[in-house]
C-alpha cells in the first residue's frame, strides 16, 4: 500500500482473525471494523476484497491532523478517508463518523464484526461493557463472526474498570449458542512508544473471537424480542 497506519507496528491478533474469515465468509463479504481509526484493519480488509463499513468517530483518525508522536515529534496524520482515496478503495468501505452506540449502521447485519481496543478507551468508561459487546453482536449474520482483541487488566486501577477484561469474562456475555472458535493472551510485556502512548508501557492482551448462532431465536430472547 501506498499510504501507512500510524497504528502499523502495534501488536494485533488481527492476521488470525482475517484467515478464520477467509475460512469461513464468502470472498465478498462485509465486515464491520468498530473503531476504524485511521484504517490499519479497513484497508487490508478491502485489498483482500471484503467489503467494508468503517465506524469511527474520531475526527483526526477520519480527516487527518497533526499529532505527536514519541520524542515529542510532531507529524500531519493521514486520516481514513484520504488513505482511502489514495488506495483506490472507496468503493468497497463505508464510513459511519458516527459513536458506535447512537449511529444509525444501515439497519442491516454484516458477515463479520471486529473491533481492536475500541471500548477500554477512558471516554467509554461510562458505559457498560455490555453496552459494546450486544450492539456488535446485533451487527453479525446468522452463522457469522465476532472478533475482538482487547486490553487484559495489569494495573490496579485497571482491576476497577470492567472495560479492561479476560476471554472469559467476555464470553460470559455471549449465550451458550455462540461458539467460541480461539482464545488467545499474552503474558504481560513491553510495548514501545507509539502515537497515544508516548511511552513504553507494560499492557498484556487477549483475542476471542466467536461464531454466531445458526438461528437467531436465543440472540432475541436474550434482548427481549
Known amino acids: 500500500m501506498e499510504t501507512r497506519s500510524l497504528w502499523e507496528h502495534t501488536l ?62 510532531h507529524a500531519h496524520a493521514v ?18 463518523a458516527e459513536d458506535f452506540l447512537q449511529a444509525e449502521l444501515l439497519g442491516s447485519q454484516c458477515d463479520a464484526v471486529w ?4 471500548w477500554h478507551y477512558s471516554a467509554n468508561h461510562n458505559r457498560p461493557l455490555l453496552d459494546f ?3 456488535m453482536q446485533s451487527l453479525v449474520r446468522v ?11 495489569v494495573e490496579q486501577r485497571h482491576y476497577l474498570i470492567e472495560h479492561y477484561t479476560s476471554p472469559e469474562a ?13 482464545m488467545l493472551r499474552t503474558d504481560e510485556f513491553t510495548e514501545q512508544a507509539h502515537v497515544g502512548q508516548l511511552h513504553s508501557h507494560t499492557p498484556a492482551w487477549a ?19
Not at 467476555?170 to 480461539?182: E, Y
Open 12 to 73: 494485533t491478533f488481527f492476521p488470525q482473525f482475517l484467515a478464520a474469515l477467509k475460512d469461513r465468509a464468502s470472498a465478498d463479504a462485509t465486515v464491520a471494523v468498530v473503531g476504524a481509526s485511521d484504517g490499519k484493519f479497513v484497508l487490508p480488509l478491502a485489498a483482500a476484497g471484503y467489503r467494508v463499513v468503517a465506524i469511527e468517530r474520531d475526527p483526526v483518525a477520519l480527516y487527518g491532523g497533526e499529532v505527536i508522536l514519541p520524542g515529542d515529534t
Open 79 to 96: 486520516g481514513l478517508i484520504d488513505r482511502l482515496k489514495l488506495e483506490g478503495f472507496n468503493d468497497r468501505v463505508q464510513v459511519v
Open 115 to 118: 473491533t481492536s481496543c475500541s
Open 133 to 135: 459487546v450486544a450492539r
Open 143 to 153: 452463522g457469522g463472526l465476532f472478533g475482538a482483541e482487547f486490553m487484559m487488566p
Open 170 to 182: 467476555l464470553s460470559s456475555h455471549f449465550t451458550t449458542d455462540w461458539q467460541v472458535l480461539l
Open 207 to 225: 483475542l476471542s473471537w466467536q461464531h454466531a448462532p445458526l438461528s437467531s431465536r436465543n440472540r432475541n430472547r436474550r434482548r427481549g424480542l
